[in-house]
């Protein structure tokens, strides 16, 4: 057991794997057996010289255990057998190469599927479907890595995990890029026809709809592309069908007339989503409303950004309480240049009194809050444009005119019929399509909607309740009042690229068909195909009826509703897949579109499954340039992933990404930070080459031994020596700090905790110690390192792979291991032993050699000069493991061995020796006579000298001054106060070591 200097605790219970096998009571001889080399064992056989390290006898006195750790830290018997495959690493990890291989390699093998033997809960991902006509961003590198990381942890704890990709038919993307290439080859898409031109897309995709998985695969994302999906793949738009019918039969279906978003130049309604809004420079366009019957100089003072929407205004507003106003309630306005058409002046609180004139025009067909108030107030609705944006009949004179030619003709009369007041610049904030450009026009159209307060309800009770846990917390509010204050949802969008809505009108003859405009009529039915509603339409409306299916498609965002569960066989209730993994465990995704697609999910999932689609929802933030700047082509600062990839390699795009923010945090992308993360891929080869390097003195046996060792036991780590014990303690430490972060989300934290454990502790501090040991006579001391190197070294591995899945899989496969690939590992075990005492001598041994460098460095001691020193421990136990680690503290701290000593009490001061205090009962007394250039020191501390006191001199200047006193804040002058005592301070410090310097200078040539 552990002695009392070695005091041991475990947090939590420990774990082992089910096939460990505990290795007991070996004796001295079996050790030698189990570690040492053949040839040493013949050497000792033969009367050669072998000595065991005192802590090697005094650890088998203590417990008659293998007195070091790989005997007992064998999990399970193995076969030894000669010419083990020992891969060579190249000197760099070649990333452009390495990364297409090992992906390849993965997905050949079959390791992104679900293990159909996987004991623990699924875990499942939907990947949110990246539009066909997409290429890669950051903004799917973060998607991708965060969701790459989550899948790659579940896997390796054991979960039955999928992650399902695909892709997004994106019908007004696609359509436009099609169309696009359809002009410059002279044609257009009407021109083809529906059924030619829906060919034509599909071809497209065929040949270009592949790039944007291709380069997911070179971001790592281990998906299940045997169950790869496409919205409108057969499976996929029979959901649709099926979730279209089922609302319907609701009742939550219906077709009217509502203000949309219109696109004149894709002829379609489009989404919210589908419009983005500029700050641009325009006009504010003030006139003169005349009151009808009342004379030419009574008018109400009116301004407008669109003075062609003039022509469809039914009405004037005022505020009721505005004084200027309220005479006017009640009469009538003549709208301008419209032949003399009367509106009414109105009375509504919606009018801001302090905006603009405090009069506002009310134009329903052509403004969205102006349809508001028109619907509210029962006002006529009249439609002013045609679909392509040129005004039409009811505009009078200006029809035919496109509006923003209608515009200036329009302003042009006003000003010549004296209505106009004033022109002034002004900046508007105009609506444009995300994919053609052009503004968009708010339209009063004839569509399908779902009403979507039903479908709401439940989703509001499914966060409520934590059937849904929405992270960050904080975007619980923008879901609910999104969802609180939800509008009925337009779903049809008049395009051919895309699932057409499964409604199809019925007429009475082939005639009155062809003669209704696109097919349309009072009569329809809704089925899931075509012999369902000739079915349906026979039996309702007679034998003889004739069917035309709806030409417009639904939107896109409807089939991305159904994602969750369509790609998993639903409406088959029944599939395999779809009792098997649903519903989902997590959706990640984007903040930005929380309500636009996250809780349509949530509703269809709810209304059409009867359950919530997903357990957890993690949004992410966007990825920004360094200085937070959205990154836009206008800026010039768009990243490309790819180029990063080829640059830097993909685990330090994907470690930087998955560590560079907390979940719902925006990233700002420094190149600085991913130029550090392949620094610590570098070190990550570098250590494993290291480790290699020592793994070549073992021979096969070792090699075999070494793919099971295991330190988790309190048996295994008390006989190691302290380095030993302190760094497998850390791991422990940091295997349940990172698991625990995993657990949490916090992928930051994981990843963080992971990189300073590796760097900080194993490369900086373990690998540097082990070296005494490794290159040392002792064999058996070697061999403990090596193991120690590799069991470590393994498990950091593990810790990382899930953000760094390339260089971590490539350096496991050259180490000693147990299984096939690194991707389907096991995660370290938790609750793992952990000797505090250990921790804390070990921290004290880093103090020493902190506190020797610290001198060394301050006295300009030459690097590679050894020097002597005396430690000074109080505590008997602590003495014991520093002095055991004499040889290591040396190497670190460029000691002279011979010349250490470990004393209990300070020896009496020396003027030519320094004392440095490392902490409570250890210090470090060193005899710097002689060790350094004392007339270099003495100039270099006379320059630093006159700097100080030339900085004191300007501020103790600035604080005499009474102008300085009586002009500067008091917050100025206190932090001139504050330079001044700081300066003084450091003052006497060189003061000081000017002394030290000159006394040490006079001990020498006394």
Not at 8 to 28: D, I, L
Not at 436 to 448: F, T
Not at 550 to 567: A, K, Q
Not at 902 to 916: E, F, M, R
Request: glycine share 6%; net charge negative; aromatic share 10%.
């Amino acid at each position: 057991m552990f002695s009392s200097s070695r005091t041991c605790s475990t947090s939590g219970r420990e774990k082992t794997s089910p096939q460990s096998v505990a290795v007991k009571n070996m004796t001295p001889s079996c050790l030698l057996r189990v570690l040492v080399p053949k040839k040493t064992l013949m050497s000792m056989a033969h009367g050669q010289r072998f000595m065991l390290q005192p802590w090697n006898l005094s650890m088998h006195k203590a417990s008659q255990r293998c007195p070091f750790s790989v005997a007992a830290a064998m999990t399970e018997p193995v076969n030894i057998s000669s010419g083990v495959a020992r891969p060579d690493l190249p000197k760099n990890f070649q990333a452009a190469e390495a990364e297409p291989r090992i992906y390849k390699w993965w997905e050949e093998h079959g390791y992104f599927k679900p293990n159909p033997n996987a004991e623990g809960d699924p875990f499942v991902i939907a990947m949110p479907p990246p539009n066909v006509t997409g290429r890669l961003h950051m903004g799917h590198a973060m998607t991708a890595t965060i969701e790459d990381v989550m899948v790659r942890y579940a896997r390796m704890r054991g979960r039955k995990t999928l992650w399902v990709p695909g892709t997004d038919h994106a019908g007004i993307a696609t359509q436009s890029v099609v169309e696009k290439g359809l002009a410059k080859e002279g044609t257009t898409r009407l021109a083809l026809g529906r059924e030619a031109f829906t060919q034509k897309v599909w071809a497209w995709r065929k040949e270009y709809g592949g790039f944007i998985t291709e380069q997911l695969r070179r971001l790592g994302a281990s998906c299940d592309w045997s169950r790869e999906r496409f919205t409108l793949d057969d499976g996929l738009s029979a959901a649709v069908a099926e979730a279209f019918v089922r609302l319907h039969e609701q009742g939550l279906v219906y077709r009217g007339s509502y203000m949309v978003n219109w696109s004149p130049a894709m002829l379609t309604a489009v989404s919210d989503l589908e419009v983005e809004y500029s700050e641009e420079a325009g006009f504010l366009f003030y006139f003169k409303y005349p009151i009808a019957d009342m004379g030419e100089d009574e008018f109400l003072p009116v301004a407008t950004t669109r003075p062609e929407t003039i022509l469809g205004d039914t009405a004037v507003a005022v505020h009721p309480e505005d004084e200027r106003y309220k005479k006017y309630i009640g009469k009538e306005c003549v709208v301008p240049c419209s032949g003399g058409r009367r509106i009414p002046i109105i009375a509504d609180e919606y009018v801001d009194r302090e905006f603009g004139t405090g009069a506002l025009k009310i134009t329903p067909g052509h403004d969205v809050n102006d349809y508001e108030i028109g619907r509210r107030r029962g006002l006529p609705m009249i439609n002013i444009m045609n679909k392509d944006a040129t005004l039409n009949a009811a505009a009078g004179k200006y029809a035919g005119l496109d509006r923003f030619k209608a515009r200036k003709t329009l302003w042009a009369d006003m000003e010549e019929l004296g209505l106009m007041i004033k022109k002034e610049n002004y900046t508007v904030r105009a609506p444009r399509s995300q994919r053609s450009g052009e503004i968009i026009e708010p339209l009063v159209s004839e569509q399908w909607f779902v009403k979507m307060a039903p479908l709401a309800e439940p989703a509001l009770k499914a966060v409520a309740d934590k059937q849904i846990t929405i992270l960050p917390e904080r975007f619980e509010k923008v879901y609910n009042n999104w969802l609180d204050n939800i509008k009925d949802w337009c779903v049809s969008r008049q395009l051919w690229w895309g699932h057409r809505i499964p409604v199809w009108y019925v007429h009475d003859s082939e005639e009155l068909a062809q003669a209704a405009e696109g097919g349309v009529s009072d009569r329809y039915v809704v089925a899931r195909n075509d012999s369902e509603a000739l079915a349906v339409a026979q039996e309702e409306h007679g034998k003889h009826v004739v069917l035309r299916q709806e030409e417009d498609v639904l939107d896109t965002w409807f089939s991305s509703g159904l994602w969750p569960f369509s790609t998993l066989g639903w409406p088959n209730v029944e599939a395999k897949d779809f009792k098997t993994y649903y519903p989902t465990q997590m959706m990640e995704t984007g903040h930005d579109i929380l309500f636009f697609w996250v809780a349509r999910m949530a509703m269809m999932g709810l209304n059409l499954t009867g359950q919530a689609p997903f357990h957890t929802v993690y949004l992410h933030g966007l990825v920004r340039d360094e200085k937070g700047r959205k990154m836009s082509k206008s800026l010039g600062n768009v990243v490309d992933p790819l180029e990063i990839i080829a640059d830097y390699g993909t685990d330090a795009l994907r470690f930087t990404v998955a560590t560079g923010s907390t979940v719902g945090q925006d990233l700002n992308l420094s190149m600085e930070r991913v130029t550090a993360n392949r620094n610590f891929t570098n070190k990550l080869w570098n250590a494993t080459k290291y480790a290699l390097l020592m793994l070549g003195k073992a021979d096969d046996a070792e090699w075999q031994r070494l793919t099971a060792v295991d330190f988790g036991s309190a048996d295994s780590l008390e006989a190691l020596p302290l380095a030993e014990r302190w760094i497998v303690s850390e791991l422990h430490k940091t295997i349940d700090l990172v698991t625990e972060r995993y657990e949490k989300y916090d992928f930051n934290q994981a990843g963080i905790a992971a990189y300073n454990f590796f760097w900080d502790e194993y490369a900086d501090w373990f690998i540097e110690a082990s070296k005494a040991r490794a290159y040392g006579d002792d064999p058996v001391a070697a061999a403990g390192a090596r193991a120690v190197l590799v069991y470590v070294l393994d498990r950091v591995l593990r810790l990382l792979h899930p953000f760094m899945p390339f260089v971590t899989e490539e350096l496991w496969q050259a180490l000693p291991h147990k299984g096939e690939a690194l991707i389907i590992a096991q995660w370290p075990s938790e609750g793992l032993v952990v000797d505090e005492g250990a921790l804390s001598a070990f921290n004290a041994l880093k103090g020493i050699v902190k506190a020797v460098r610290n001198a060394r460095a301050e006295y300009g001691v030459e690097e590679k000069k050894r020097v002597a020193a005396t430690l000074v421990v109080e505590d008997t136990a602590l003495r014991q493991q520093i002095m055991a680690e004499t040889q290591s503290i040396s190497l670190l701290a460029k000691l002279d061995p011979e010349q250490v000593s470990l004393v209990d009490c300070a020896p009496p001061a020396s003027s030519g020796s320094i004392s440095l205090v490392v902490q409570e009962g250890v210090q470090v007394v060193l005899p710097m006579a002689g060790l350094f250039d004392v007339d270099k020191e003495l100039a270099r501390l006379a320059k630093q000298r006159a700097k100080i006191e030339k900085d004191l001199a300007g501020v103790v200047a600035r604080l005499n001054n009474p102008k300085f006193l009586e002009k500067a804040s008091q917050e100025y002058v206190d932090e001139a106060k504050q330079q001044q005592a700081e300066a003084a301070e450091k003052l006497a410090m060189v003061d000081a070591k000017i002394q030290q310097t000159k006394e040490l200078a006079a001990s020498v040539n006394s």
